[in-house]
């Protein structure tokens, strides 16, 4: 007779990994059935088995304490449920479903969003029906949660045909566009292998030389980043770790990149000076570039630092954006 061969459980205690185990044992039990034929193992011996494949610390002491009880439950499928009871939560697939729409490029690379995303549907493979992500759920949100200029790459692309894409065609085609973009400077991107050098490598020793200012952006890039709600001087949007709340002409700048704040211009003051009796105030205005109006006949006596100009000149590059 052939042996049972039940894999091992060794963590992490996360749904996908206790459906994944608890499916493969099920599977194991079938091929055993089907190269034994005609014998039935007991429900109390596969559950001994199992207990006895749970390497996870926190698993395995589960079994040792409840070992005596769990060995008398009548079928596998009431094991299977205890151990899901208690490991799983009871609103995992809710929590679940938010960690899948939670997940977006931002700056990070490309193929590391893919795999993020990835893992949050499998982990949505056994919460049933209505958590299900199809392909074409997961297609949209690939493309509309990928890097703006990515998106508007990939939207402006004729005869893309994206109804009929398949999900590994879209994620190729994506990647191999998202490397052009890197070639062409338009966006950045660290291997996961630098990003690890880097964050273990000692501090940077500060140079004297700016990051600032930028090279500018082009008109798609300009509003990519305005339809995100993002800053065209500091080049950050909502998505970024390091985005702070603010408008352009309020910008606080970005340490890392060397860009430095925007100091919103102060008005200039003007010193209120008595008019002496019998003189006439004139304001100086775009229109009234001087003393013109002589129907005062004492218009001629207003001194030249009571004229004051109607308002202040408004800097007509200061804008949101």
């Known amino acids: 007779m052939t042996k ?43 559950i001994v088995l199992a207990g006895l494949k749970l390497e996870e610390s926190n698993s395995s002491l589960w079994w040792s304490e409840n070992r005596d009880v769990l060995k008398q439950l009548s079928t596998w499928e009431a094991f299977a449920l205890c151990f899901k009871d208690r490991f799983i939560p009871s609103g995992w697939r809710l929590d ?61 692309m004729p005869n893309l045909g994206y109804e009929n894409l398949k999900v590994d065609t879209l994620i190729d085609v994506m990647a191999t566009t998202w490397s052009s973009l890197i070639a062409e400077g338009l966006t950045k991107s660290i291997s996961p292998r630098l990003a690890f050098k880097a964050s273990s490598a000692s501090p940077p020793v500060p140079t004297s030389k700016p990051a600032y200012p930028l090279p500018d952006l082009s008109y798609a890039e300009r509003e990519a980043l305005r339809s995100v709600g993002g800053c065209l001087h500091c080049r950050l949007s909502p998505s970024d770790a390091a985005w702070k709340p603010h408008i352009a002409r309020e910008c606080p700048g970005d340490v890392k990149q060397g860009i430095p704040p925007r100091v919103p211009r ?22 009234n570039p001087g003393v013109t109006d002589f129907s005062d006949p004492n218009a001629a006596l207003i001194p030249k630092d009571v004229i004051r100009p109607s308002c202040v000149d408004s800097d007509s590059d200061d804008s949101d954006y």
Request: a neutral charge; glycine letters at 8%.
């Open 96 to 156: 679940a479903l938010a960690r899948f729409y939670n997940v977006s490029q931002g700056a990070d690379d490309f193929r590391s969003f893919v795999a993020t995303l990835r893992v949050a549907r499998n982990t949505l493979g056994s919460a049933g029906l209505g958590y299900t992500i199809t392909d074409s759920i997961f297609k949209n949100h690939l493309l509309f949660f990928a890097h703006p200029i990515l998106q508007l790459r990939i939207r402006a």
């Open 4 to 46: 049972l061969d039940i894999p091992a459980f060794s963590g992490p205690l996360e749904p996908a990994a206790i459906n994944a185990w608890l499916g493969r044992c099920e599977d194991s039990y079938l091929a055993w059935s089907a190269l034994n034929s005609g014998q039935v193992m007991p429900p109390q011996l596969r």
């Open 266 to 287: 102060l008005a200039t003051t003007v010193a209120v000076v008595g008019i002496p009796e019998g003189c006439k105030e004139v304001y100086l205005t775009h229109d």
